[in-house]
């Protein structure tokens, strides 16, 4: 018998390998001749990453960023480096796991951080990057990944405006 496990995160509980390990070994209690074969799955969010390194053959890259609301960190993505191809989550930088909840407000974060990633692998010679857009904790519609790219938005009087979903409102040229 051929079975194949794909499996998601279980957010705030487990990663998709570990869940899929779970399933794997309940099967082999029952099925111990069963071939397994484990695919990891992502919605966009955590794990986007880590389930394309398993198909992509990644190797994980640390650079500095920002999380939404400006603390400096270091955020993870993937690259491979034979086709110089980036996958980046927007959660490892912008995601609203790493904010604690009275922080969570999308008028005050920002994608400035997953800019931050998508420069550095721009810098290190990104020619393709796969970009993840799940576990937000922003609303400001990408302006702080344009602002960390270099474009700037301005307000009706030319001055830059900060990216954050709170400046949308305000922004009448870029």
């Known amino acids: 018998m051929k ?28 099925l111990p001749k069963a071939q397994i074969e484990y695919f990891p799955m992502a919605d966009g969010g955590e794990g986007f990453a880590a389930a394309h390194q398993h198909f992509l053959k990644t ?11 400006g603390r400096k960190i270091q955020a993870a993505y993937e690259w491979q480096p034979r086709k ?46 796969i970009l993840g857009l799940g576990g937000s904790a922003t ?14 938005c301005l307000d009706a009087k030319g001055k830059v405006l900060s990216p954050s979903g709170a400046s949308l409102i305000h922004i009448r040229r870029r």
């Open 3 to 30: 079975i194949i496990v794909a499996m998601d995160k279980f957010k705030g509980s487990c990663t998709s390998e570990q869940a899929a390990q779970a399933v794997i070994a309940g099967i082999r209690a029952k």
């Open 59 to 69: 190797k994980t890259i640390l650079a500095p960023a920002l999380d939404p609301v």
């Open 84 to 129: 110089k191809w980036a996958v980046i989550e927007l959660a490892a930088a912008s995601g609203w796991t790493l904010l604690k909840e009275r922080e969570r407000n999308p008028m005050r974060t920002s994608t400035l951080g997953t800019g931050l990633l998508l420069a550095h692998a721009l810098k290190k010679g990104a020619r393709k990057i």
């Open 139 to 152: 609303n400001d519609g990408g302006m702080g990944i344009a602002h960390a790219l270099g474009f700037r």
